[in-house]
């Protein structure tokens, strides 16, 4: 069985949301190619797809998207691996920081560098494939949390995730009336390691496999943009783009 947009890389597919929407594109009848540092899980995570899933083909390879160099190394080879690649999701993100001026520029650096510098390599390693084939679609995971700079601890975080959001608009809007689609996903909260620690706290939390469900039905459209799961989180988007800002400090 073929399916449109056969084949798909994930980056961050260790846990979480990447790890679950390989295992919902692998019931859907996609190849996959995996990444994260953690190859142990990912080796897991591929024979868990296999067993279910003899047909498909699942490959994975070590990355830390940190190392630019390799990003560009890694997603050449597993394109070359599974013959091309028809969608990448560029998904592996990290959740650390810090107050502004409190002596963490570190934590607050590791996150806009992960989830801001090391998404447009991997948008970069994404389209070079893409425009030398004519065809694919970019995926990239931003969060509910770019809607507007964020307080205290979410104020890198935030910056990240708004700012990765912005290079995929630039990248759709050069892509209009092209083959390459670009798909922005803006999640709310749904069940990861990266919010163990929040998990109790907000009734909007959803669970892994139906949030991770609204993420691969919005990717599946090839929308432009998706707040995900819709059901708070459209509405609230809206709340959050126009609400004042005594209301948005209490979102840390
Ligand atoms: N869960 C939510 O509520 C939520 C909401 C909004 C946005 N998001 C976004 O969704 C994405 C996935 O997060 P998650 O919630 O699934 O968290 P998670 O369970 O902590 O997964 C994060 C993934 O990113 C990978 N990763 C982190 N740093 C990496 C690096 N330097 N190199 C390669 N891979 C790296 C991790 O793999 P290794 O550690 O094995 O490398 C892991 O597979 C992130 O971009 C996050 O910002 C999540």
Same mark, same amino acid.
């Given at each position: 069985?073929?399916?449109? &947009?056969? &084949? !798909?890389? !994930?980056?961050? /597919?260790?846990?979480?949301?990447?790890a679950e929407m390989a295992r919902q594109f692998a019931a859907a009848g996609h190849d996959l190619a995996l990444c994260a540092r953690r190859i142990d899980r990912l080796a897991e995570l591929r024979a868990e797809i296999?067993?279910?899933?003899? %047909?498909? =083909?699942?490959?994975? &390879?070590?990355?830390?998207?940190?190392? $630019?160099? %390799?990003?560009?190394?890694?997603? @050449?080879?597993?394109?070359?691996?599974?013959?091309?690649?028809?969608?990448?999701?560029?998904?592996?993100?990290?959740?650390?920081?810090? #107050?502004?001026?409190?002596?963490r520029f570190d934590v607050n650096k590791e996150t806009l560098t992960t989830n801001l510098v090391s998404a447009l390599a991997q948008c970069e390693a994404a389209m070079e494939i893409f425009r030398a084939a004519g065809d694919g679609h970019l995926v990239v995971v931003s969060s509910m949390s770019a809607m507007r700079g964020l307080p205290k601890s979410l104020t890198a975080y935030a910056a990240s995730k708004a700012g990765i959001a912005s290079i995929a608009e630039g990248i759709r809007a050069e892509m209009i009336g092209r083959t390459i689609t670009v798909t922005t996903l803006y999640p709310g909260y749904i069940q990861s390691e990266m919010n %163990?620690?929040? /998990?109790? /706290? =907000?009734?909007?939390?959803?669970?892994?496999?139906?949030?991770?469900?609204?993420?691969? $039905?919005?990717?599946?459209?090839?929308?432009?943009?998706?707040?995900?799961?819709?059901?708070?989180?459209?509405?609230?988007?809206?709340?959050?783009? $126009?609400? #004042?800002?005594?209301?948005? @400090?209490?979102? /840390?």
């Open positions: 069985m073929t399916t449109r &947009r056969q &084949r !798909i890389l !994930i980056t961050g /597919a260790s846990s979480g949301l990447g296999l067993a279910a899933y003899p %047909d498909r =083909t699942v490959v994975v &390879r070590n990355l830390d998207v940190n190392d $630019h160099d %390799d990003v560009f190394i890694v997603f @050449r080879a597993l394109a070359a691996e599974l013959g091309g690649l028809d969608r990448v999701v560029v998904n592996a993100g990290l959740g650390k920081g810090a #107050p502004v001026g409190t002596g %163990d620690r929040v /998990a109790q /706290a =907000t009734p909007l939390m959803a669970n892994t496999v139906d949030g991770v469900r609204a993420m691969v $039905h919005a990717i599946d459209r090839e929308v432009a943009e998706a707040a995900v799961p819709p059901w708070p989180w459209r509405p609230l988007s809206v709340v959050m783009k $126009h609400a #004042p800002l005594r209301f948005i @400090r209490k979102f /840390a």
